[in-house]
């Protein structure tokens, strides 16, 4: 079966990094997205990875291991709206997204 | 502005009742997609269209049904709804002809079935 794994809950303080992994087994791979979801909100893209590395975008960065099936999305200088849900997604051999359940991230100051 | 409209935003319907969600988007992507967000489950897929005209099955379509007749629209029906299809109902799409096939969801539609 395809699963994509992610920790449901992790609380960081406010300036600091944090780190959201993700593991994934699916039928095959295109490709790796993350999406950031605000409580009672639509996901909203944040990154894509379809390549073995890092991309890095402001104060995000998400990093790829295909060999691994890992992913990890960073997260710097953490603002109180950073506070919202990481979404995990892969898209498999058929061209579908398939979704992990999503971590909160609660910031406290 | 462009992007994805749902309406209604949310329902409260009585079992065994017909709703039909709306969808509409205007960035002309070719594929749109109907999602159900539940608590501790993440999104699943229950229905995509990737052109007009065509529609096809995702992970949990049984009790809904999806018609494609232009690029705009993507109507999801519930035949005669239970309380277990009381979700979060999420309406995206994407354009297949890029190379990352990013979506874009909908606000959503809140439904609760009683």
């Known amino acids: 079966g395809q699963n994509i794994d992610q920790p449901t809950e992790m609380t960081a303080t406010e300036g600091a990094i944090v780190q959201i992994n993700c593991t994934y087994q699916?039928?095959?791979?295109?490709?790796l997205f993350w999406y950031q979801q605000h409580a009672g909100e639509a996901p909203t893209f944040l990154s894509y990875?379809?390549l073995d590395g890092l991309e890095e975008k402001g104060r995000f960065s998400s990093f790829l291991s295909r060999s691994k099936g890992y992913s990890y999305l960073l997260l710097k200088e953490l603002q109180m709206k950073d506070s919202a849900s990481y979404l995990c997604?892969?898209?498999?051999?058929?061209?579908?997204?398939?979704w992990g359940a999503g971590t909160k991230l609660i910031i406290k100051p | 502005i462009a992007g994805i409209t749902q309406a209604p935003t949310s329902q409260i319907l009585a079992a065994g009742r017909r709703m039909t969600l709306r969808c509409t988007q205007d960035?002309?992507?070719?594929?749109m997609y109907w999602y159900r967000q539940d608590l501790g489950l993440g999104l699943r897929l229950i229905h995509y269209?990737?052109?007009?005209?065509?529609?096809g099955k995702g992970e949990v379509p049984d009790g809904y049904s999806v018609s494609r007749a232009n690029t705009d629209d993507f109507p999801l029906t519930l035949a005669s709804a239970v309380p277990s299809q009381t979700s979060v109902y999420f309406c995206?799409?994407?354009?297949?002809?890029?190379?990352?096939?990013?979506?874009?969801f909908g606000p959503g539609t809140r439904l609760t079935v009683l």
């Open positions: 995206a799409s994407s354009d297949l002809t890029t190379s990352i096939n990013e979506q874009f």
């Open positions: 960035m002309r992507h070719n594929a």
């Open positions: 269209s990737n052109t007009a005209g065509t529609t």
């Open positions: 699916t039928s095959g791979f295109n490709g």
């Open positions: 990875n379809v």
């Open positions: 997604a892969v898209t498999d051999s058929n061209y579908q997204l398939i």
